[in-house]
């Protein structure tokens, strides 16, 4: 029975991880482009915390977290399953990475994390705590003006690689490195 529940888990984790992966890597690239260059020491990834705080950042941990859980359930079967568990994680993560199971289009993430700004505004205001709406309004607000500059581009989610070397502060650094 342990070895049934970590396989699903490893076969739940291979479904789950590249929509986390590329959730990740689309924040880190917004959060770049919405911070000026003069503040790069700063703010070493932007924005991205405060664009996946609450559940993007809680997904992209427990979705992590699976591989290890599943290994742990292997173990109690015993010490051999613990090993094809984890690589079997793996495996089925590569494996579900090239299939378009979850959507590899930028604009699908900017949508994600504006909605869930907005979400914040609404939770903001429903507790009346001004100053976090404001600023949460001001998030919400840039992320709808990237969102309009992405929308119908097909412009693919950019890899961890490319979120990491992106200019700080340049909006359309995907549209220019498209070309």
Same mark, same amino acid.
């Given at each position: 029975?342990?070895?049934?529940?970590?396989?699903?888990?490893?076969?739940?984790?291979?479904?789950?991880?590249?929509?986390?992966?590329?959730?990740?890597?689309?924040?880190?690239?917004?959060?770049?482009?919405?911070?000026?260059?003069?503040?790069?020491?700063?703010?070493?990834?932007?924005?991205?915390?405060?664009?996946?705080?609450?559940?993007?950042?809680?997904?992209?941990?427990?979705?992590?977290?699976?591989?290890?859980?599943?290994?742990?359930?292997?173990?109690?079967?015993?010490?051999?399953?613990?090993?094809?568990?984890?690589?079997?994680?793996? *495996? +089925?993560?590569?494996?579900?990475?090239?299939?378009?199971?979850? $959507? !590899?289009?930028?604009?699908?993430?900017? =949508?994600?994390? /504006?909605?869930?700004?907005?979400?914040?505004?609404?939770?903001?205001?429903?507790?009346?705590?001004?100053?976090r709406a404001e600023a949460a309004?001001?998030?919400?607000?840039?992320?709808?003006? *990237? +969102?309009?500059?992405?929308?119908?581009?097909?412009?693919?989610? $950019? !890899?961890?690689?490319?979120?990491?070397? =992106?200019?700080? /502060?340049?909006?359309?650094?995907?549209?220019?490195?498209?070309?």
């Amino acid at each position: 029975m342990f070895l049934v529940i970590a396989l699903v888990i490893a076969f739940v984790y291979g479904m789950l991880q590249p929509f986390a992966t590329r959730l990740l890597d689309k924040s880190l690239w917004v959060g770049k482009a919405l911070v000026p260059d003069e503040f790069k020491s700063a703010y070493p990834t932007g924005l991205q915390n405060a664009l996946t705080t609450g559940w993007p950042s809680t997904y992209i941990f427990c979705v992590g977290m699976l591989p290890i859980l599943s290994a742990a359930f292997g173990f109690f079967y015993t010490w051999w399953a613990a090993i094809i568990c984890f690589f079997a994680s793996i *495996i +089925l993560n590569l494996i579900f990475s090239s299939t378009k199971i979850a $959507p !590899t289009k930028v604009e699908r993430y900017i =949508a994600i994390l /504006g909605s869930h700004a907005n979400n914040r505004v609404a939770n903001f205001k429903k507790n009346r705590d001004v100053v976090r709406a404001e600023a949460a309004e001001d998030l919400s607000e840039k992320i709808a003006e *990237i +969102l309009i500059i992405y929308i119908r581009t097909d412009v693919p989610v $950019p !890899t961890i690689k490319q979120a990491k070397s =992106a200019p700080y /502060g340049d909006k359309y650094y995907l549209l220019d490195s498209r070309t």
